[in-house]
């Protein structure tokens, strides 16, 4: 998650900070996520799964409600480890969110850098996705990189104030 001159959690100042979620050059390594590999998918399958990550980026709920129901899995990563949700919750996509948490999106799942779709959320100052997340059982205290930490090496008492507020956590949270 990256921020003009913002430090994520876990990083030292000074560091460069990791790109944000689904942010370096996609290539066809984007869609291998799972146990299938770029190489074992031809070109119109990779330019499919590209347009499902472009969807959860751009807040096309309908078409990741559609895909998903017709057998893409929900929780498909890229070559960060982005899950759809994590996306979504990054570029402030509520409906997708929604759609996404509605078909079983994992919300414990964290990318390779271990960012939660709470954290990103909370990163980008989005209470109504953090409260969505907390309310489908997002743990704030999960992890290193997670959402309390992310709000507390950021400085963000507002979101901060969100993660702690015990009414608003689900059945997991």
Request: net charge negative.
């Amino acid at each position: 998650m990256t921020g003009d001159q913002q430090t994520p959690p876990g990083h030292t100042p000074g560091e460069q900070p990791p790109p944000e979620p689904g942010s370096h050059p996609e290539g066809p390594e984007e869609a291998a996520g799972g146990s299938a590999t770029a190489a074992d998918l031809t070109p119109d399958e990779l330019a499919f799964l590209h347009g499902v990550f472009d969807a959860a980026r751009e807040g096309r709920a309908d078409h990741l409600a559609e895909v998903v129901d017709r057998g893409v899995p929900v929780d498909l990563t890229n070559s960060s480890g982005d899950t759809l949700l994590v996306l979504a919750a990054y570029h402030q996509q509520h409906d997708a969110v929604r759609v996404l948490l509605e078909r079983g999106a994992d919300v414990a799942r964290a990318n390779d850098r271990g960012q939660s779709a709470l954290a990103a959320a909370v990163f980008r100052q989005d209470a109504g996705i953090v409260r969505t997340l907390l309310a489908a059982g997002a743990d704030p205290d999960d992890g290193p990189k997670g959402a309390v930490a992310t709000a507390r090496v950021f400085e963000l008492p507002e979101m901060l104030g969100l993660l702690q507020d015990p009414s608003l956590r689900g059945p997991r949270g």
